[in-house]
């Protein structure tokens, strides 16, 4: 059985209180997926383990993987929010 709803979800950020802890490298727990969102805007989420980078926007999340290095960076003006799962997001 998959996850449907988040266990837990960040409050929304902007541009301005997105956390220095997200801008700069950190991971999620073991066995904690992570499903960025843009609700307004976009940013930039930078996969450090290889190397990559994905625009957020609100039609296009993206998913961390337990313990992979990551860091968001806001790209303008922006809403964001971050939900965690016990198992992989629905897609």
Excluded: C, N
């Excluded at 960025?36 to 999340?61: F, H, N």
Aim: proline fraction near 12%.
């Amino acid at each position: 059985m998959r996850a449907t709803e988040p266990y837990r979800s960040t409050p929304v950020f902007d541009e301005v209180t997105l956390p220095a802890g997200l801008r700069r490298e950190h991971r999620t727990k073991a066995g904690v997926w992570g499903l960025v969102r843009a609700i307004e805007g976009r940013l930039k989420l930078t996969y450090l383990d290889s190397d990559t980078e994905t625009i957020i926007t609100p039609e296009r999340p993206a998913v961390v993987l337990p313990e992979q290095p990551h860091l968001v960076e806001p790209l303008g003006a922006m809403k964001m929010q971050v939900d965690f799962y016990d198992e992989p997001p629905p897609s």
